[in-house]
């Protein structure tokens, strides 16, 4: 059974940062693509970035230079480092397993979600 847990969502101010987790479980990170997607109310779910089994980073022109993906095999832990947030970026924000680039109906395993809330 494969499981995926964010956290370090939360709420800040424009210009701020956080850094969103996600443990995974049920399977070997290093072999598969994971990635980061967000969702806002009244939108479809969308690509923020992925990191491919052999570490290529790929990101959305939205958050390129603001965001970075990285990844911790021995921990088969998934990071979002994101800096300079704008009020745009308000999202509930899923890490996912085992898809293609950004196409979110590629990805076979979803986390629950963490919510980000950034405000002017």
């Known amino acids: 059974q494969v499981h995926l847990t964010e956290s370090g969502g939360g709420s800040v101010q424009a210009g701020g940062s956080l850094r969103l987790s996600c443990v995974a479980s049920g399977y070997t990170s290093s072999n598969l693509y994971l990635g980061w997607f967000r969702q806002a109310p009244g939108r479809e779910r969308e690509g923020v970035a992925y990191?491919?089994?052999?570490?290529?980073?790929f990101y959305a022109d939205s958050v390129k230079g603001r965001f970075t993906i990285s990844k911790d095999n021995a921990d088969n832990t998934l990071y979002l480092e994101m800096n300079a947030l704008k009020p745009e970026d308000t999202a509930m924000y899923y890490c996912?397993?085992?898809?293609?680039?950004?196409?979110?109906?590629?990805?076979?395993?979803w986390g629950q979600g963490t919510q980000v809330t950034v405000s002017s």
């Open positions: 996912a397993a085992g898809g293609a680039g950004l196409w979110v109906p590629s990805y076979q395993y």
């Open positions: 990191i491919s089994p052999a570490d290529h980073t």
